[in-house]
């Protein structure tokens, strides 16, 4: 729903659009017929302009909602990818056979899994965790310590996602 501030500030576009179309109209209806190709331009790019900002009228309200910040979840996004990416670099180097997974997929996952934490938009809470994931899987001794960080891990992204 609209605040009066956003309401007023569309109708104030809403109006300076409609008026500056009519005159825009009306004077390319001069040019090319005289009064009544006038009239008929200005009025259809009245009615056009009004019906077009009456339609857009959604898109200008989510601009400005405050309560709703951009970044935030292009954050979550990158946070989940993040999650997804260490989840998989950890079942490569702890695979449940022996045989599960080649050398190559293993580094391909690893190289993966550390771009995506490099990213700029990434919480500074998870970019942390992220780092405790990636060295207790990096010394690929303790099976339990690394998914004691990728568990930590999980809740960093959770809470993260909350806090919204």
């Known amino acids: 729903m609209m605040s009066q501030f956003t309401a007023r500030i569309h109708l104030l576009v809403t109006f300076v659009l409609v008026t500056c179309a009519a005159v825009g109209g009306a004077c390319f209806g001069l040019l090319v017929g ?39 979840g292009y954050a979550e ?43 700029d938009g990434l919480p500074l809470r998870v970019r942390v965790a992220a780092a405790g994931a990636l060295e207790a899987i990096d010394r690929g001794l303790d099976v339990e310590q690394a998914t004691v960080a990728v568990k930590d891990l999980t809740l960093t992204v959770y809470a993260h996602r909350a806090a919204r």
């Open 34 to 72: 005289g009064r009544p190709a006038a009239v008929v331009a200005a009025t259809a790019a009245g009615l056009g302009a009004g019906i077009g900002s009456f339609l857009a009228r959604r898109q200008v309200a989510s601009f400005f909602r405050t309560e709703a910040v951009p970044a935030d």
């Open 77 to 119: 996004g990158i946070a989940d990818a993040v999650l997804v990416s260490i989840a998989t670099y950890q079942a490569a180097v702890f695979p449940l056979t022996l045989d599960g997974v080649s050398e190559e997929e293993r580094d391909a996952r690893r190289t993966l899994a550390y771009r995506v934490c490099a990213y």
